[in-house]
């Protein structure tokens, strides 16, 4: 009875060693599951751009506020040294460019958290506003060269020589071809405007294309500007963006024939005091009764002054 106990168990054993040996040697398949789908490249907020309408600059304007603490309500920035301009830019630049910083394409820890809950309509929609309004321009630097290959020019000279002609020998092409002669850009291809932008800001874009790092995934625009901007030095990249801060467009005929008839109606300036008008007059002019700069004009009864005052002393002019 004991030997059968034995066997049994024995058997039993047997049993479930040779299960275990069966499931480790027997493939069992997984459920299936569905196929990983890969997400295009273009499926970003770039490409979610080309689903937008037209931007309404109406509807812009109440989005701008956002934007206004530092760019400026009208888009010139209101600290120049610090922030750049987006007055006048064109609405696909400006729409671009928020696309890019919500991707992250273009890396910035202070624009990507205000693009990030930007639809592509909302950006269309700003760029829309920020293209009809106008662009302030700053102040070249005439400073003048003191050595190397552009001795004895104006500073700002070597910028509008490159802007203007580009240099054939280096295959820089002159900027306006793109940019245009004031610097307005051109919104068909999304040229950017460029006139007016503070010197800092184009340096630093220039040295970027110039250096040919990008996260952009579509890289063929940046291509362009890495071509045109790699012969440059550092010297010329400056003087290209100071030349481009004080870029502005000419006043039209009319504005330049009202403003030669202001200068020509304008009474030449004489060293004297102030009138009481404002105007400057010799001390020892005396002002006919009722003509402009007399007490009679400006109100004042001739017999409550003092008689004895003595004339102001003479404002030395600015």
């Not at 120049?80 to 301009?85: A, D, G, I, M």
């Not at 245009?180 to 006139?195: I, N, R």
């Not at 790699?230 to 504005?255: C, F, N, V």
Request: a negative charge.
């Amino acid at each position: 009875m004991r030997q059968a106990r034995v066997y049994g168990i024995a058997s039993l054993a047997a049993l479930v060693v040779g299960a275990v040996a069966f499931a480790q040697s027997t493939a069992v398949p997984l459920p299936e599951e569905a196929p990983v789908q890969a997400a295009p490249l273009e499926d970003n907020a770039v490409a979610e751009l080309a689903d937008a309408q037209w931007g309404d600059a109406q509807r812009g304007a109440t989005l701008a506020g956002t934007c206004a603490a530092c760019h400026g309500l009208d888009g010139n920035s209101v600290v120049r040294e610090v922030y750049p301009s987006i007055a006048g830019q064109n609405e696909p630049y400006v729409a671009h460019q928020l696309a890019l910083f919500k991707s992250g394409e273009r890396p910035s820890p202070i624009m990507q958290p205000f693009a990030a809950p930007l639809s592509a309509q909302d950006m269309r929609d700003l760029g829309a506003y920020f293209s009809t309004q106008s662009a302030q321009a700053g102040i070249a630097d005439d400073g003048l060269v003191a050595a190397g290959d552009y001795e004895g020019m104006k500073f700002y000279e070597i910028g509008q020589q490159l802007y203007r002609r580009g240099d054939t020998a280096r295959q820089v092409p002159a900027c306006m071809a793109c940019h245009g002669p004031t610097g307005a850009g051109m919104p068909g291809p999304s040229y950017p405007h460029v006139a007016g932008q503070p010197a800092w800001y184009t340096a630093r874009r220039l040295q970027e294309f110039r250096d040919g790092t990008t996260a952009e995934r579509d890289t063929r625009m940046f291509q362009v500007m890495h071509t045109v901007a790699q012969p440059l030095t550092d010297e010329e990249i400056q003087a290209l963006a100071s030349y481009m801060e004080g870029l502005h467009p000419r006043p039209d005929a009319a504005t330049r024939a009202q403003m030669a008839r202001l200068q020509t109606a304008a009474p030449a300036e004489t060293p004297g005091t102030m009138g009481l008008e404002g105007r400057t007059v010799d001390p020892e002019t005396t002002i006919p009764a009722g003509a402009p700069g007399s007490p009679e004009a400006s109100g004042i009864d001739p017999a409550t002054t003092d008689e004895a005052a003595t004339p102001a002393e003479p404002v030395q002019q600015q």
